[in-house]
C-alpha cells in the first residue's frame, strides 16, 4: 500500500513536470501572404527566440475568410499584424492593445510610369488609379490627393486588381502599392515609374503593428511581455542580417514564390521604414496616436464618435504587473545573490564593494520590483543552499538553455558576444572558415566546444580549464587562437599588459545571462521573468557598455587605443561590406541606397524639413503659384546672437534652443505651411497661399509665441529672431525670392543690433 501511494504521488509529480515544461501554444495572424514584411516573425521561430520563452508560435498566412481582429478578440492565446486602422477598430469597441510598429512609416504609396508624367496629386486629374475600396486602407492616399486640392471625383477609382501588369499595359495610370514590393519588379523590366508617397506630404502611418486583445494581457501579462520581447529580437536580427534572412524566407516561407533578390530589395526598403538607425524599431509613440485618432475622426472614420484615452490602447513595455500572491511572496521573503569575487568584470571588488555586470542587473531587477535585494561573496562552485534563509540566485551562463532536476533557469537577462583573441601579427580573421590546421583554444565554461568542431571541421579545438591557462598557451605560441567572452578576454589583455596580442574578431556566436534558483522556489523564477520582459534594450546596453569602458580606461597609448577601443562594431561592419561585395544577390544595393537616402527628408535634430525638402517643396510651390495664379510668400529667419550662445552656453544648450524654437513654429504655422532648417541657426518657412499683409500677421504671432518660452537660461537672457519675408512676383525663381527674403531678414537684424544687442 505504501508503495503504491509513493507510485502515486510520483505519477503526479511527474504530470505536473511535463505541464510546466509544455510549451504554450499561441496563434499569430499576419495581414498579408509570406514575405519579408513578416521577417522578425519568421526569424524568432528559427532561430528558437520564442523557444527560449517556452512559446509556439504557428502563423497564419492572410486570408479573405479571417478577420483578424475579430479572430484575435475571439481566440485564447492569439496575436495579430495590422495598421493603423487599428485605432478605428478601438473606436468601433473592440478591445485590443498594440504590442509594437515595426514600420514608422507606412509603405503604401502611388505609383504610376514615367511617361504618364503623374508626378504631384494635382496630376492625378481625370486620370484612373486602382486602389481598394476599403476606406481604412486608403486613407493616407486619399488625404494626400485632397490635400493638395484635387477633388476625387475628378479621378476615376477602379477596383484593385493587384497585378502590376494592368499598370504596366495602360490598363490604370496609377496604382496603390508597397515601396518594397512592386518598384522591384518594374526595375527589373527597366520600366522608369513615378511614386506619391503620402510620407512626402506628411501623411504619416504606422505599419506591421503586432497587437493582441485586453483580455490575453490580463491574463498572460507575462507571455504577451515574453511574446513581444522575442518579436522585437526576431525583428532586429532580420534588419541586421538581411541577406540570410531572405534566403531562409525564400527557402521555407515562400508561398508567393518570390526571387532571392526581391526578398532582398524588400528587406532593405522595410529597414529604412522601420527607422532602425533611429533606434525606433518597435516604437509606438502616444503623441503620434493621438494624432492619427484625430485624423480619423476628421475623415469621418469614427462612425460612434467613441473616445478613448491613448494610454488604454499601448502596451507598456516597462509595466510589470503581479498579482496578490507574488506582492505577498516578494513582501515576505528575502533574495539574495550570490557572487564570486575576481570574476571580472561579472563579479569584483572595488575599494572593498563588490561591483559588476552581475550585481547592476541584480539592481536593476530589485529596483523594477521595488524590492530591496541582497548580494553575497561566495568562493566558486559553493551550492546555492548554504548562508541564511534568504532565497539564493546565482548567474549562469550558458550557450544554450539547459533543465536541471534541482534548479530553474530564469530568462535569458543579456547576451554576452564571444570574440577570438590572437597574436597582434595575425591579420584580421572574418570567418574561421578561413581557417586549416590551427589548433584555437575554447573556455570550458562556455560549453559549446562541439558546436565550434561541427561549423569548423578544419580547425583543432582544445577545451582550456582556465582563462589564466589559455592566455599562457597563446603566449607560448601553443595555441593560435583563444575563444571566450569578449568581456574577460579584453580584460586578461589590459591586465597582463600583453602588447602583442589582440581581440582579432567578434564570433556569430553569443552566451546567454541567466539567473539560477533552486526549483522549489518556482514563484520566484516567475517573478524573476516577469521583471526581465520589462527590461529595455537601453537599460541592458547602459550596463554592459560601463563595463566595456572600465575595460580599457587606464592606458591612455594611442596605438593601445587603435588595437582595443575601437569598437567591435567596426570590424563588423567592414566584414559585412566586404561580404556584400562578393555576393552576387547584393547587384542592385547601390540603387537601393540612392533610393533609402531620397527618403531622408527630416533634420535630424529639430525633426522638420531639411534644407534639400524644403528646397523642393519651395520649387513645387513656385510651379503651382505660375500655374494658378496664387499668392505664395517666404518667411526667412534666424536666431539673434546665436553664435554668442553657442560659444559661451555650448553648444548643447545652443541645440535646445533651436528645438523649442522649431517645436514652437510648427505649432503655430498653418497646417498648409512647410517649416524646415535652412542650416545652421536659420530656418525657411513656405506660406501657400498668403500675401504680404498675411504673411506679416503670421510673423507677428510667432514672435509673440517664441516671447513666451522660457529657454532656462541663465541670466534671463531672451531669445529673439529676426524675420524677413517676401512675396512671389512674376518670373521670380527661388534663388530670388530667396534674396529678396535674406535682405528682408538683414534689414531687421540691422535694426535689432543697434537697439539690443545681446550679453552674457
Known amino acids: 500500500m505504501y508503495i503504491k501511494k509513493l507510485l502515486l504521488i510520483y505519477f503526479i509529480l511527474l504530470l505536473l513536470n511535463l505541464q510546466a515544461n509544455e510549451k504554450q501554444k499561441v496563434t499569430l495572424y499576419l495581414d498579408w501572404l509570406n514575405q519579408f514584411q513578416f521577417a522578425g516573425y519568421y526569424i524568432a521561430k528559427e532561430k528558437g527566440y520564442y523557444d527560449n520563452f517556452n512559446i509556439d508560435v504557428e502563423l497564419i498566412e492572410y486570408s479573405n475568410k479571417n478577420h483578424i481582429t475579430k479572430e484575435v478578440i475571439k481566440n485564447e492565446a492569439t496575436y495579430g499584424i495590422g495598421k493603423s486602422s487599428l485605432i478605428i477598430d478601438k473606436f468601433d469597441g473592440n478591445n485590443i492593445v498594440l504590442l509594437s510598429s515595426f514600420f514608422q512609416n507606412s509603405p503604401l504609396v502611388l505609383i504610376s510610369l514615367a511617361n504618364s508624367n503623374i508626378k504631384t496629386p494635382k496630376d492625378l486629374i481625370n486620370k484612373r488609379i486602382m486602389i481598394t475600396n476599403d476606406a481604412k486602407q486608403t486613407a493616407s492616399i486619399k488625404s494626400m490627393i485632397v490635400s493638395q486640392g484635387v477633388n476625387l471625383e475628378d479621378i476615376t477609382i477602379q477596383e484593385h486588381s493587384f497585378n502590376i501588369e494592368d499598370l504596366i499595359n495602360g490598363k490604370t495610370d496609377a496604382m496603390a502599392c508597397y515601396l518594397s514590393n512592386e518598384p522591384y519588379i518594374l ?13 512626402d506630404y506628411n501623411f504619416d502611418f504606422y505599419e506591421g503593428i503586432l497587437f493582441t486583445s485586453n483580455k490575453e494581457l490580463e491574463n498572460n501579462q507575462v507571455r504577451v511581455q515574453n511574446f513581444n520581447q522575442a518579436s522585437l529580437k526576431g525583428w532586429k536580427y532580420a534588419f541586421d542580417n538581411i541577406e540570410e534572412t531572405a534566403k531562409i524566407i525564400y527557402e521555407k ?21 522601420a527607422k532602425v538607425d533611429e533606434n525606433l524599431l518597435g516604437n509606438i509613440s502616444p503623441q503620434t496616436i493621438d494624432e492619427i485618432k484625430r485624423f480619423y475622426t476628421l475623415l469621418g472614420l469614427n462612425n460612434l464618435n467613441t473616445l478613448f484615452e491613448t494610454k488604454a490602447i499601448l502596451f507598456d513595455k516597462n ?48 529596483n523594477k520590483l521595488s524590492k530591496p535585494f541582497n548580494v553575497e561573496e561566495i568562493i566558486k562552485n559553493e551550492f546555492l543552499n548554504i548562508f541564511t534563509n534568504s532565497i539564493k540566485a546565482k548567474f549562469i551562463y550558458s550557450f544554450e538553455k539547459k533543465t536541471s532536476n534541482k534548479y530553474l533557469l530564469s ?12 597574436k597582434d601579427n595575425i591579420n584580421y580573421i572574418s570567418d574561421l572558415s578561413s581557417l586549416n590546421n590551427v589548433t584555437i583554444g575554447v573556455l570550458k565554461d562556455l560549453d559549446f566546444i562541439s558546436t565550434l568542431q561541427k561549423d569548423y571541421p578544419h580547425i583543432t579545438f582544445e577545451e582550456i580549464t582556465s582563462i589564466d591557462d589559455g592566455i599562457y598557451k597563446l603566449k607560448t605560441h601553443k595555441l593560435f587562437g583563444l575563444i571566450d567572452n569578449l568581456f574577460t578576454l579584453s580584460h586578461k589583455i589590459e591586465e597582463f599588459k600583453i602588447d602583442k596580442f589582440k581581440i582579432n574578431t567578434s564570433l556569430k556566436y553569443n552566451i546567454d545571462m541567466y539567473l539560477e534558483v533552486d526549483r522549489k522556489h518556482e514563484q520566484f523564477v516567475k517573478i524573476l521573468n516577469n521583471s526581465i520582459s520589462a527590461l529595455t534594450d537601453k537599460e541592458r546596453s547602459t550596463i554592459l557598455n560601463n563595463y566595456q569602458l572600465i575595460l580599457y580606461h587606464q592606458n591612455i597609448d594611442f596605438v593601445y587605443i587603435l588595437k582595443f577601443i575601437i569598437p567591435l562594431g567596426l570590424l563588423l561592419a567592414i566584414f559585412i561590406f566586404l561580404n556584400y561585395k562578393l555576393k552576387n544577390e547584393i547587384k542592385t544595393r547601390k540603387e537601393i541606397e540612392i533610393k533609402l537616402s531620397n527618403l531622408a527628408n527630416k533634420d535630424s535634430l529639430t525633426n522638420i524639413y531639411n534644407r534639400r525638402r524644403i528646397e523642393e517643396l519651395c520649387e513645387n510651390e513656385i510651379k503651382r503659384t505660375n500655374r494658378y495664379e496664387n499668392n ?26 533651436l528645438l523649442k524654437i522649431a517645436n514652437t513654429i510648427s505649432q503655430n504655422i498653418r497646417s498648409s505651411d512647410y517649416f524646415g532648417r535652412w542650416g545652421g541657426d536659420e530656418f525657411l518657412i513656405v506660406l501657400p497661399q498668403a500675401d504680404i499683409t498675411k504673411t506679416k500677421h503670421i510673423i507677428k504671432t510667432l514672435e509673440n509665441k517664441l516671447n513666451d518660452i522660457d529657454f532656462n537660461l541663465k541670466n534671463d537672457i531672451k531669445i529673439s529672431c529676426s524675420f524677413g519675408l517676401a512675396q512671389y512676383e512674376k518670373d521670380d525663381t527661388l534663388d530670388t525670392l530667396l534674396k529678396k527674403a535674406d535682405d528682408s531678414m538683414y534689414k531687421i537684424k540691422n535694426e535689432y543690433r543697434k537697439n539690443k544687442p545681446l550679453r552674457i
Open 187 to 199: 526595375n527589373q523590366k527597366n520600366i522608369k515609374f513615378n511614386i506619391l508617397n503620402p510620407h
Open 253 to 273: 516561407y515562400n508561398t508567393q514564390n518570390k526571387s532571392l533578390d526581391s526578398l532582398i530589395y524588400e528587406g532593405y526598403i522595410l529597414r529604412n521604414l
Open 319 to 366: 509595466d510589470i504587473l503581479l498579482n496578490e500572491n507574488e506582492l505577498d511572496y516578494l513582501r515576505n521573503n528575502q533574495f539574495t545573490l550570490l557572487v564570486e569575487n575576481n570574476k571580472v568584470p561579472f563579479s569584483f571588488k572595488n575599494s572593498n564593494e563588490l561591483i559588476g555586470i552581475e550585481i547592476d542587473f541584480w539592481k536593476l531587477i530589485s
Open 411 to 422: 530568462n535569458s537577462i543579456a547576451q554576452i558576444p564571444i570574440a577570438l583573441a590572437t
Open 632 to 657: 505664395l510668400s517666404l518667411i526667412f529667419f534666424d536666431v539673434n546672437d546665436f553664435k554668442i550662445i553657442n560659444d559661451k552656453l555650448g553648444h548643447h544648450k545652443g541645440d535646445e534652443v
